[in-house]
């Protein structure tokens, strides 16, 4: 994770830095937009995967743990999920759940039995698709002496992770059989849900239906099993689904990313994990005004040296670029090492006192030059937006994901460790996150 600094006078501090500037307020609009479109019988899972999608896990976590929405009160999540154990190590202490998405791997649990151990000890919640990786689970418990916390993810059509529908049975049968095992959630994932109309997302949810029912219509048969979880008295539900809904089978079930939070609403099921959409980016990578989701993130840095050049001068490396005329070029300290795309050589666009201003010759590791045009009152100094928080802005994250041929998602992760991150709203607040207050 960053650097990290939470309150104004940080961002005084830093502001001769280049910065990613995260605005709480907009976070906390988003998480209030999903839990409205959810309803209040759904759990909100935040997924908080790589560093909160690059936006600072520590800001994310302090501001959906302990700030008010409105109307709501704080915790506005009912979880967070990261990929990997690692991630989850590095969070601040959290009152929620956490998910851990990768997949238990058998043949790796050697090496990550301390880290397992933690995660047992600590209550995450670990995915599991084999039943050598449930087994290896289950030894780590006894010898924690705690019931381990899991999941099990279902293959339904990405043919990534997740164990396929035909072995889930036998799965689910073992996991019932190993009392330090106690099963939390069955999930699966969407392949194309920010399409509204890509048949697949049907498919995929009436497989998962269907895998699940089997489970229920094979219990009878499995005199003995215990596929319910031990510390749960709910049955397996027996009625058919209705309109995909039914009641709770006594594990979480779970399927739905950002697109299926807006545009596949009857797939939402006991609870959601929108990722993208509380960042404030549209799951379909294009500003939809609709759903008035709020950018979070607005990465900024000081012009730091303003030259003349005259008309048909070369600008950077491999001297790509020639001036058309004699201009102003910027020198701006960010570059591809920072994660400003060296794909944007040329094509990018910044905005220098609200002014597009494009992104001339390569983008070097460490700098990057702009056309600040022949005349204009651009001082050193000057802040330049690298990535806007207005979904319509020249250099909103559409846009330059758009210019660098990838999506929002991978601009946002890419923003490197030197940048630091620093939460600049509600300014009145002041706030310390669990990791500073627990050194402190
Ligand atoms: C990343 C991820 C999500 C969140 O997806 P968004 O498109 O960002 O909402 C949800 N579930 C899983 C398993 C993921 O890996």
Redesign the pocket.
Known sequence: MGKLGNDGMDTKLASGEPRALISRNHLLHNARLIRQTIGPDVKFCA?I?ANA?GHGADIVCDTLLNFSADDIEPPLVDAF?V?CLDEAIDLPPSTVPIYI?RPVENAYVGQQREKLETAIRRGWILTVCSITAAQDVARLALAVGRQAHIQV?IDTGMSRSGVSPQHFSELMLRIGDMPSLRLIAV?S?FSC??EADNPATQQQFDLYHHTLEQLSAQRPLLPGSLIVPRSSAAPIRRKPAVGGHSSSPGFIRHIA???A?FLHRHTHLDMV??????YGID?ACHPCLDRQLKPVLRWVAPLVMIHDIAANTPVGYGQTWRSPRSTRIGLVPVGYADGYLRALSSVGITLVNGLPCPVVGRVSMDLITIDLGPAGDQAIGDEVTLLDADPLSPASAYALAQLSQTIP?ELFCRIGSRIPRIAVDPVDVPIQTQSQSDAA
């Open positions: 997924v995967k999608y999920a990929a998405f993810m999930c994932h849900s920010e990313n950002s697109g939070v994990r929108p990722g993208i959409s509380l799951p998602y």
